[in-house]
């Protein structure tokens, strides 16, 4: 599986941003996808995630209620759509794919948010 993350960039405080993650490769093994982001100095850590059909997501609190993370499987992408933005959310945002035995990530996206 292959990921590539577009769509970052430079926002003011209170913009919004889409990111998207476009999968190629054994697509037909994916199942849950998600969004995580690094901050400097930081660990990474879990913004969202989505189950394959798209019906079940998580989020972590500092994000609830400001992003949503959605999928189309026909486009083989998956989408956050970050609105509220705050210079904490400023970060490396990275796309994962879990699959036993391994991680897929692709090579992330700079999300800058200045205050």
């Known amino acids: 599986v292959q990921l590539v993350e577009s769509g970052g960039g430079l926002v003011q405080a209170g913009g919004s941003l889409k990111l998207s993650c476009a999968a190629s490769g054994s697509t037909f093994s994916i199942n849950v996808m998600g969004w995580y982001r690094q901050a400097p100095g930081k660990q990474r850590e879990l913004v969202a995630a989505?189950?394959?059909?798209?019906?079940?997501?998580t989020y972590a609190d500092s994000v609830k209620g400001r992003f949503t993370i959605s999928r189309d499987n026909a486009k083989n992408t998956m989408y956050l759509q970050m609105n509220s933005l705050k210079p904490e959310d400023t970060a490396v945002y990275y796309c994962n794919v879990p699959q036993v035995g391994r991680n897929y990530w692709g090579q992330g996206t700079q999300v800058t948010v200045s205050s």
């Open positions: 989505i189950s394959s059909g798209g019906g079940r997501t």
